[in-house]
Every structure is written in structure tokens, then in C-alpha cells.
């Protein structure tokens, strides 16, 4: 069991750039979710997949916003014409759909827009 | 919104047991209580999890409730890294979209 891994672990980027975070789920894991966790609050849902569709998406993900699982494995999050406002730690979690779907999560990645 | 209610903090001693509570009393009945901790700059770290029964697992123990409107989660021996942020979340197990909705949680430290 390697974990859910992220890539890259932290990023610095000026505001208006296009940033992209990549996600590998636990092997065989087709469930894959994505949260963001700024300062002193909890993760907050983005959106969910299972296996490469994309099945719900929270409000707090604008349209700069897009997370793709092209082939049902790796997933990537691609924030376009970032703004400050967009820092933080972007988390990925897997899950298998069978037993108890304990969610498993990843080390996160960090963004800071300057 | 959480559906769960617990302290912003607590403190205990290293050795020790820590026994953090957790009130979640509109749970529906098939809806199950996790924990998950938080060390300081990883990601969250699923512990355990419950429906009705008590259960215990090598990290920790998990007292329910019979009425199931309040839990808590029990590290027999707290060390040093057992210091975090710990969160408890209701949820039905078995549905990939419900995701899990995290509140603020209890910071614990672990004071030697």
C-alpha cells in the first residue's frame, strides 16, 4: 500500500498564473476525492469521481476551477488565473466502493499566490 | 454543515489516556461516526470508525453511545505524536457521494 500520493507537494505561483496539482489514488481505489483546507478550518469538499466520471461538485469549486480522471486512475486539479484568495492546501482521498469506503487521504499540496 | 459538536481543545497528560468527545445528535441510523486526526501540515489520518457497537482498532477505541447521539474516542497511552487536530464526522458508509464534511475538531496536546 504505497498511499495516495500528490504532486507537488508545495508550489509558489503569481496571481493570474495556471497552476496544476496531480493525484494517484491508492491502487484499485475508484473513488477519488478532492478538498481544500485553508488556515485553522477544516477540509472542505470540492468534487468527487468515481472511476472517470465526475459525479458532484461543490459550489465553493468556481469555473476557474477543474478536476479531471481522464482513464479512472490519476486525477489532476488545474486552477487557471489564480488569485490569492486561492491559497492553500489542496487534498486528495481514495476509496474503494466496497465495504466500509474508509476514505484515505494524501499528504496535500500547498499553493501560495503572490 | 458538521453535524458533530466538539471542544476547540484539550489538553493531556503524555502517558495518560485522552478521551475525546464528540456530540452528534441529529445522526441518522444508517449514518456511521469517524475519526480522523490531523497532525500539524499532513493530511488527515482516518482512525477509526462505528455504527452502534464500541470498537477498537491498534490506534484507538470507540465508544458509542446507545443512543448514538454522542461518542468518544479513547488513546489508551497519548505520546507526544498523538498531538493534532482530531475529527469527529457522521456518514453514511457505504455512499461514495456523500463526502465527508469536516467541522473545526479538537485540537489535543499531548504535554509531556
Same mark, same amino acid.
Given at each position: 500500500?504505497?498511499? !495516495? ?10 496571481? /493570474? ?32 469521481? +468515481?472511476?472517470?466520471? +465526475? ?12 478536476? #479531471? ?13 489564480? #488569485? +490569492? /484568495? ?11 466502493? !466496497? ?7 494524501? #499528504? ?5 499566490? !503572490? | 454543515?458538521? %453535524?458533530?459538536?466538539?471542544? @476547540? ?11 475525546? @468527545? ?20 499532513? =493530511? ?5 470508525? =462505528?455504527? %452502534? ?8 477505541? &470507540? ?5 448514538? %447521539? ?5 488513546? @489508551?497511552?497519548?505520546? &507526544? ?14 455512499? $461514495?457521494?456523500? @463526502?465527508?464534511?469536516? $467541522? %473545526? =475538531?479538537?485540537? &489535543?496536546?499531548?504535554?509531556?
Amino acid at each position: 500500500d504505497t498511499g !495516495v500520493s500528490q504532486d507537488p507537494r508545495h508550489k509558489i505561483t503569481k496571481r /493570474g498564473q495556471n497552476v496544476t496539482f496531480r493525484c494517484d489514488p491508492i491502487s484499485e481505489h475508484n473513488r477519488l476525492y478532492w478538498y481544500r483546507q485553508t488556515l485553522g478550518q477544516g477540509p472542505e469538499f470540492l468534487t468527487y469521481f +468515481q472511476n472517470e466520471a +465526475q459525479l458532484e461538485k461543490s459550489r465553493l469549486l468556481s469555473d476557474r476551477f477543474s478536476a #479531471e480522471r481522464p482513464k479512472g486512475s490519476f486525477s489532476t486539479l488545474e486552477i487557471q488565473r489564480t #488569485e +490569492q /484568495g486561492d491559497s492553500a492546501m489542496y487534498l486528495c482521498a481514495s476509496s474503494l466502493d !466496497v465495504g466500509g469506503n474508509t476514505i484515505y487521504f494524501g #499528504e496535500g499540496s500547498w499553493l501560495t499566490v !503572490v | 454543515d458538521a %453535524k458533530t459538536t466538539q471542544p @476547540p481543545s484539550m489538553d493531556c497528560a503524555e502517558g495518560r489516556a485522552a478521551n475525546l @468527545p464528540c456530540n452528534h445528535s441529529t445522526i441518522s441510523g444508517n449514518e456511521y461516526v469517524y475519526w480522523y486526526r490531523q497532525i500539524h501540515s499532513q =493530511g488527515p489520518q482516518y482512525i477509526i470508525h =462505528g455504527l %452502534k457497537n464500541n470498537e477498537t482498532n491498534e490506534m484507538a477505541s &470507540l465508544i458509542i453511545t446507545e443512543d448514538r %447521539k454522542s461518542s468518544t474516542l479513547i488513546l @489508551p497511552h497519548a505520546t &507526544l505524536r498523538d498531538t493534532a487536530v482530531y475529527y469527529c464526522i457522521v456518514r453514511v458508509a457505504h455512499s $461514495g457521494n456523500t @463526502p465527508l464534511v469536516f $467541522g %473545526k =475538531g479538537t485540537r &489535543l496536546s499531548v504535554i509531556a
